[in-house]
C-alpha cells in the first residue's frame, strides 16, 4: 500500500502499536509521519521522514498549536491515527477518581481535542483519513476496567458521529477505528500471565496480537486502498470477540 505525499500524525508514537504504525506509514513512503508522544526513549533511531513531537495531549492549547504548526509546515495533513492510551485497572468499588480521570483525559477527551482540531483542516481540503485506536474491551467489557471500557466505548461513539460529521459538504473524510484484542505490548507486560494465557486459549488463531498486525490495519486504512470504508470499527483481535 502507498502513502507517498501524504502527512500523517499518529499519537502514542513512540513505542508499542504507535511505534509499528509510524515504521510502516514511512515504509509506505509518506512524505512526513510525525510521532507524537508524552516522552521519547531514542529520537535519533527514526526514519528520515518520521518528527518525532513531545507533547502532553490533555492540554487543549498545547494540541491546537502543535496541530497548527505542522500544518503550517507541511501545507496539509492526510492521516490522524488517535492511538495513545494509558490504563489505571481496579475494580470499581476500589477505583479512584484520580484512575478514573487519568484514563479519561488520555483515551477518550485527547482523541476529541485532535480531531476538533485535525478534522476540520481535513474538510476544508477535501479529503483525509481518521483513525482511531479503541478496543476489544470496549465493546465487551472487562473486569477491573471501568474507566477504560468506558473511554473505549466512547471512542467508537466518536467515530461513528465524525464520520458523519466530516464527511458534510461534500468532503471525502473517513473516520473509522480498531479494536485490538490482546497485543504484544508494554502494556500488555504488566498482564498476569495467567490472563494473557486464559485470553489467548480463547482466541481462534491461538496467539498474542504484534504491534504489526494492528500496524497492518491502519496502513490500510490510511491508505486509498480502503476509500470506500468508512464509520467502521475493525477487530483485529485474531477472533477472540465474535
Request: net charge neutral.
Amino acid at each position: 500500500m502507498d502513502l507517498s505525499d501524504k502527512v500523517c500524525l499518529v499519537t502514542g508514537g513512540a513505542r508499542g502499536i504507535g511505534r509499528a504504525i509510524v515504521e510502516a506509514y514511512a515504509a509506505a513512503g509518506a512524505r512526513a509521519v510525525y510521532a507524537i508522544d508524552v516522552t521519547f526513549d531514542d529520537a535519533s533511531s527514526w526514519p528520515g521522514s518520521v518528527t518525532p513531537v513531545v507533547l502532553d495531549l490533555t492540554d487543549g492549547p498545547a494540541v491546537a498549536a502543535a496541530v497548527e504548526r505542522i500544518h503550517a509546515r507541511e501545507g496539509r495533513i492526510d492521516v490522524l491515527v488517535n492511538n495513545a492510551g494509558i490504563t489505571r485497572d481496579a475494580l470499581v468499588q476500589k477505583m479512584t477518581d484520580d484512575d478514573w480521570d487519568a484514563v479519561i483525559a488520555v483515551n477518550l477527551t485527547a482523541v476529541f481535542k485532535l480531531a476538533r482540531a485535525v478534522g476540520p483542516l481535513m474538510m476544508a481540503q477535501g479529503a483525509g483519513s481518521i483513525v482511531n485506536m479503541t478496543s476489544i474491551v470496549g465493546l465487551a467489557g472487562n473486569v477491573g476496567q471501568s474507566n477504560y471500557a468506558a473511554s473505549k466505548g466512547g471512542v467508537v461513539a466518536l467515530t461513528k458521529t465524525w464520520a458523519k460529521e466530516f464527511a458534510r459538504k461534500g468532503a471525502k473524510v473517513r473516520v473509522n477505528a480498531i479494536a485490538p484484542g490482546f497485543v504484544r505490548t508494554p502494556m500488555t507486560e504488566k498482564v498476569p500471565a495467567h490472563i494473557l494465557e486464559a485470553m489467548t486459549a480463547k482466541t481462534l488463531l491461538g496467539r498474542m496480537g504484534e504491534p504489526e498486525d494492528v500496524a497492518n490495519a491502519a496502513l490500510w486504512l490510511a491508505s486509498d486502498a480502503s476509500s470506500y470504508v468508512t464509520a467502521q470499527v475493525i477487530g483485529v483481535d485474531g477472533g477472540l470477540v465474535l
